[in-house]
């Protein structure tokens, strides 16, 4: 999709300040600071839209970016390290698992790891989720730049090992530093649109 139009529509915190319309929703998950309001911007080419910041935790509401007029971008806020008082982080658990059980318009969620660690638990524990209620989906390994050449095959192949990823089942590489990934992304999406 060529993005000339997009803004940010809301920032929810319950199922009732969710856009009306039905347009498809494309969700980003992953742990606090793995990289999605950076993977955000660059697939709409823009530096500051989702803002993205150092400290882990800053996404705490669903964001809903109009892109195009044609589809959201629904960035959710983080799971796993942010430092957070534990009922922030049981508000924010709960916004996530209402938006995923519930809405209808979600088409694809965009899962987030890190790919210069293994898989977390809780990323672990996200995928089985997105499986078990049966959302398309496509694993996103961030911050790809960070790896030397050889250290690329070994933690795909470790990521990969780590979520049981299925034939089938993509995971893409992506640098929000050089783009590489955008294209491979902007495919899937708008294969699933009819784009």
């Not at 499986?131 to 795909?156: C, H, M, P």
């Not at 299925?166 to 699933?192: H, L, M, N, R, Y």
């Amino acid at each position: 999709m060529n993005v000339n139009n997009v803004s940010l529509v809301i920032s929810a915190v319950s199922s009732a300040q969710y856009p009306k319309d039905n347009k498809p929703e494309f969700a980003f998950v992953g742990r606090s600071n793995v990289g999605k309001s950076s993977l955000i911007n660059r697939l709409v080419n823009r530096k500051k839209l989702a803002r993205v910041s150092s400290k882990p935790g800053k996404t705490n509401t669903i964001n809903f970016y109009n892109v195009e007029d044609k589809i959201f971008f629904v960035d959710l806020p983080g799971y796993g390290y942010a430092k957070v008082s534990k009922k922030e982080k049981e508000k924010w658990t709960k916004m996530i698992e209402e938006y995923l059980q519930t809405r209808k318009q979600l088409v694809g969620v965009l899962l987030l790891v890190d790919s210069r660690h293994i898989p977390s638990e809780d990323d672990c524990i996200m995928l089985d989720w997105i499986r078990y209620y049966n959302k398309n989906f496509i694993v996103i390994a961030t911050k790809w730049d960070k790896l030397s050449g050889k250290e690329k095959q070994e933690n795909l192949e470790k990521i990969k090992e780590r979520l049981n990823l299925k034939d089938g089942e993509v995971i893409i590489p992506f640098s929000a530093e050089t783009g590489e990934g955008k294209e491979e992304i902007w495919k899937i999406i708008d294969g699933v649109i009819g784009g």
